[in-house]
């Protein structure tokens, strides 16, 4: 008899089992057009899955007038990452559809570690821009300037630089995409607020140059140039982390120290981010590393990376040399040696969690 009523038990709590179903937490779906979305707590993210979707779906290689792309307008993802972004907690999404940009953004604790991929991972990006519905010939909505040493002035300027949508260089057979002009040593940025509290900062975008990064002869003369930063006052360019090349390397300089890196050893050397072509730049800014890191890819490929104090040539920086500067990511161009460059920018993705190229 024991038998049999045990036996009774254990169907009526398998069945009961079998009937009972979960609904995944902050799951949304936006189609098209600009929206955004929030949730709060929840565990940090753990990475693998996939990111952004940037426009449509379906993945797989396109062919364009300025060459092979190797990246779809459809969900950024597939492989998946063994490191995690300690993203913010909860559960966010986001997606870009045929076009526009989308939002999300969550809270919760930050994962001090830091970590280094150019993979993917589940989580879920804070802003994504295909520059899609911008009009051809404006500054794309949204975004602040800092032209000339002139914040939010006029775009473009009387001697044409300034940072534009148009359909000269597209990325994927896309639309549009946003053109830089810059010339002398002025800038012409973009600029766009962080979410609050945010110390790590995963950025991926495609960039098509008309002057190459890298591999620059001691002859040439160069200083230092940005083409990605982030900052701690947008309304100048006092208080920034900026990446591009210095001394003719890939690297990045950082002020208000004006340190640079890599060392005098790298200088004037490769690799490089050639001219004339679509490349799909990855960015990560470690704010909350022991030491703040920084790493870039160029398709794919690690190009530099800032770990530790020895990494400086003037000198170490502090621990925390990234202290404060997630106010405002930048994109565009200066050069603090005169070189101009004609700089096109398309399907920008930002996040707390690696984003991959494809």
Known sequence: MRIGLLACSLSLALVAFACSSTTPPGATEIDGGSSSTSSTGGPGADAGGSAATTGG?????????????????????????????????????????????????????????????????????????????????????????????????????GDGTGALADNTHTHNSSKLAVHFKASGNNPVFLERALPSGITHLYVRVYFFLANELGMQPSTRGDNHETLIGITADPT????????????????????????????????????VISAGTWHCIQVEFAGDATYNSLYAYSDGTLVHSITKA?????????????????????????????????????????????????
């Open 236 to 271: 100048n360019v006092n208080t920034q982390v900026r990446f591009g090349q210095i001394k003719g390397v890939i690297g990045t300089n950082q002020v208000p120290s004006d340190n640079i890196a890599p060392v005098m050893a790298e200088w004037n050397s490769g690799p």
């Open 57 to 157: 779906t379906g993945s797989g290689s396109s062919t364009s007038g300025d060459g092979t792309s190797n990246s779809s307008g459809g969900a950024n993802g597939g492989s998946s990452s063994n490191s995690s972004s300690g993203a913010n907690g909860g559960s966010t999404s986001s997606s870009s559809g045929a076009s526009g940009s989308t939002m999300s953004s969550s809270s919760g604790g930050d994962d001090a570690s830091a970590s280094s991929s150019s993979g993917s991972s589940n989580v879920a990006p804070f802003y994504t821009d295909d520059f899609e519905s911008d009009t051809s010939g404006s500054q794309p909505s949204g975004w602040n300037n800092l032209i000339a040493y002139n914040y939010n002035t006029a775009n473009p300027q």
């Open 310 to 358: 020895s990494d400086w040539q003037n000198g170490p920086l502090a621990a925390d040399w990234m202290h404060g500067m997630f106010m405002d990511v930048m994109f565009g161009w200066q050069s603090f040696s005169g070189m101009p460059n004609d700089i096109w920018m398309d399907d920008l993705v930002m996040s707390t969690g690696p984003v991959s190229c494809n």
